[in-house]
């Protein structure tokens, strides 16, 4: 059996938990939804038209300012 490193977790960052404290509060504005911490995948993942329209276009805005919020890091 080869040797092999051992896995160490990284640490998280300032940025790491500035998404985090992000996706936290998305999920508190979207307490009806499985929010992942892959903002991208919730965005990937949706199938259009599986809500009414007004809550169908809030939700992917509330998706969208949050990684934009997350890519500005502020």
């Known amino acids: 059996m080869a040797w092999r490193k051992p896995v160490v977790p990284r640490q998280r960052t ?3 938990e500035f998404a985090a404290r992000v ?5 508190a504005d979207l307490p009806d939804e ?3 911490e892959d903002l991208a995948d919730c965005l990937d993942n949706y ?6 329209r ?3 276009v ?3 805005e509330l998706v ?3 990684m ?3 890519a500005r890091g502020h």
């Open 68 to 70: 934009d919020r997350i």
């Open 23 to 27: 996706c936290s509060e998305l999920a």
């Open 14 to 16: 300032a940025q790491d």
């Open 64 to 66: 969208q300012e949050a």
């Open 47 to 52: 199938v259009m038209g599986s809500k009414p």
């Open 54 to 56: 007004c809550e169908e």
């Open 58 to 60: 809030e939700y992917l």
């Open 34 to 36: 499985d929010v992942a």
